[in-house]
Structure formats: structure tokens, C-alpha cells
């Protein structure tokens, strides 16, 4: 079958969906999206993890075994992904494996929730100037597989931002850096297989089961449901917690497993302002002000990330507010995102 590749825009969001077989798919994602692919390649600080892979291959190797033999098909998609944009395949797997490898890739974005009435997941997208402007909505509709929409850096698996499915699964994830990678798969590659899930509960058991290189904490919840999960995932380490009702949040550093990272002053000191938000009964108004205000990021001052893309999901309407960096705020339904429903979407 033939795989399509459509480009829209919601006010100032580009919104590309993909259709088709999961190989053809991505290769046709890579030639449309060749060109930034290429800049994001040339723009990121990618010689401490070159530098990195080069002084330990062994572990590189490893972790790249492991995620070709345990995520066969994200890793089949990384390889069509670099063969259709022209680029190496290895260039494209540093990139994926930037925090897989003790490399350093920067400590970005911020998770808050909200569990009661109504029910709030909430993620500011941090990254690395060379993506702004180039970041985009992504909704994936492959042959068999569930719809998912992401907020997708080209190059990367479409895996490390937030994420929301046709199953009505929502998370948010935020990069933790751990002081020894285990060798196993990359967590870009343990995320993606997570997209499958039909449940928490299910999403839950895959991240147990499946060990990660590298640090990922999620915060989840589901269409229709109150409570709001998360998990913190490194090596074959797995902490959940379930909130039922109140404020939640994380940010770039474990709280359930803090022997395995080491915390950096900037994540702390978001985490210290999320500790001290005092909330009655907020709504989804009061959790965008909250991201894109009390711990929004400029990449000024020594910082060296920004905050991209604001995405808040109403859990009991499946209404989404995203605020672009410069752009106006919109408003969709989580369902039409990840079916790819066009004219829904005004």
C-alpha cells in the first residue's frame, strides 16, 4: 500500500499526519522532512555523544542490540526514517540515544497534573533552540496500529515529548539524566512501543517489563479517568505512584528514585515552584498560566533550553489547549488529534 504524507496548520502550529504501512510511512516522513531533518542533525551539540559512543562502543553497541531486538519495529522505523531523508542511520541513532549514553542532552520539560474534578494532565515542551520553528504536531496513523499524535522533533522517534492515542491515553515525559546507563535499549525506543497500550494499567506493565538505558519519568492519565499515574523508568528500575486526587508534577530529576540520577539546579528549582503551587480547584486556564508563566524557559541566563510547545489535556472533556512558543493558544479534541480527524480541527 501507498503511504501519504499531508501537511495542515492549526492557526500557528504545522500538523503533519502520516498514513500507511509502518516502513513505507517513515520513509516517506524522512524525504518530506529531509530538510530539517538536516538542520536539527547540524544544529544540536551532537560531539560529546559521538565522543561518547566512540570511547565506550561496547555499551553503544549494546544499547543499540537491544533496541533493535526488543522494539524491532520503532527500531525499523528509525532506519526508514534516516533512509528516507538521505542522512546515516547512525547519526540519526546518536541523536535518539543523547541521553542513553551519559552524554548529557539537556534537562527539559515539566509535567503537572491535576486528579479530581476535573481531571488535568499538563506538559511544557523543552528543547534546545535549534528546534524552534521546526518543531511540529505529528499524528502517526499506521496500518493496524493505534492513531498517535505527538509533538515531534524530525529525526527523532516520535516518542519523547507527550503523547496522545486513539485509546485516549495521555502522558507527558521528562528526560532524567542517570549517573550510569544500564546497557539496554534506548528509552526513545521503550517509549515508542509504550504508544501501543490500550491502558494505563497496560502502559504501566509494558514500562516494567521493558528496560531502558537511559532516564524517562511519565505522567499519565486517560480520557474519562480521574487519576493520573506516573512512573519513573531507568534501567530495569520502575517506580509508580498513583494520584487519585490534588496536584501532581515532576520535572528532571526522579522523585521515587533519586539514587539513580544526579539532580541539576535548574530542574530543582522548578521543582521547588511546583512544591509551593497551592490550588483549590484549578482548570485548564489556571494550568496553561501556570506552564507557560511560573516555569516557562527563555534559554537565557545560562539556560540553555526554551520552552517549545505548552499542551494541556481537559481528561474529562478531551479538550487540549496548545500553545505554541510565539503563537496563539488553540483548541482541539484529543480524539481528532489522534485519528487525524481534519475537519474537526478548526
Same mark, same amino acid.
Given at each position: /500500500? ?61 544499547? +543499540? ?59 511544557? #515542551? ?18 493496524? #496500529? ?73 505522567? /499519565? ?44 539546579? +535548574? ?36 539556560? +540553555? ?42
Amino acid at each position: /500500500m501507498v503511504a501519504t504524507v499531508r501537511e495542515h496548520r492549526i492557526g500557528d502550529v504545522r500538523w503533519t499526519i502520516v498514513r500507511g504501512p509502518r516502513e513505507a510511512a517513515f520513509r516517506e516522513l524522512g524525504a518530506y522532512a529531509a530538510d530539517d531533518i538536516r538542520t536539527v542533525l547540524a544544529g544540536l551539540p551532537s560531539w560529546p555523544v559521538a565522543e561518547r559512543a566512540r570511547r565506550l562502543p561496547v555499551r553503544f553497541r549494546a544499547i +543499540e542490540a537491544a533496541s533493535q531486538v526488543e522494539h524491532p519495529d520503532a527500531y525499523a522505523e528509525l532506519t526508514a526514517l534516516a533512509a528516507g531523508a538521505g542522512v546515516p542511520f547512525d547519526d540519526l541513532l546518536l541523536a535518539n540515544l543523547r541521553g542513553d549514553l551519559d552524554a548529557g542532552d539537556g534537562t527539559g520539560c515539566t509535567d503537572l497534573a491535576w486528579a479530581g474534578s476535573p481531571s488535568l494532565l499538563g506538559h511544557n #515542551e523543552d528543547g534546545a533552540p535549534v528546534f524552534d520553528g521546526i518543531g511540529r504536531l505529528l499524528t502517526l496513523l499506521l496500518d493496524g #496500529e493505534p492513531g498517535v499524535c505527538v509533538w515531534w522533533y524530525p529525526g527523532f522517534l516520535p516518542s519523547n515529548t507527550f503523547t496522545l492515542t486513539t485509546h485516549g491515553l495521555v502522558w507527558g515525559i521528562d528526560s532524567v539524566s542517570v549517573v550510569t546507563p544500564s546497557p539496554c535499549a534506548g528509552r526513545h525506543f521503550v517509549a515508542r512501543t509504550a504508544q501501543r497500550a490500550t491502558s494505563v494499567p497496560e502502559a504501566v506493565s509494558l514500562l516494567r517489563s521493558h528496560a531502558s538505558a537511559g532516564g524517562f519519568a511519565y505522567t /499519565m492519565g486517560r480520557l474519562g479517568a480521574p487519576a493520573v499515574t506516573v512512573v519513573e523508568k531507568a534501567g530495569h528500575d520502575t517506580a509508580v505512584s498513583t494520584v487519585t486526587s490534588g496536584l501532581s508534577w515532576h520535572t528532571n530529576h526522579f522523585r521515587q528514585l533519586p539514587h539513580l540520577d544526579g539532580a541539576g539546579e +535548574e530542574s530543582l528549582d522548578r521543582a521547588e515552584v511546583c512544591a509551593h503551587l497551592t490550588p483549590t480547584s484549578p482548570d485548564a486556564k489556571w494550568l496553561v498560566s501556570t506552564l507557560t508563566n511560573d516555569v516557562h524557559r527563555t534559554a537565557a541566563g545560562g539556560d +540553555e533550553l526554551l520552552t517549545l510547545s505548552t499542551v494541556v489535556t481537559d481528561l474529562g472533556s478531551g479538550e487540549v489547549t496548545l500553545v505554541p512558543r510565539g503563537g496563539e493558544p488553540l483548541q482541539a479534541r484529543a480524539p481528532d488529534l489522534a485519528a487525524g480527524n481534519v475537519d474537526d480541527v478548526g
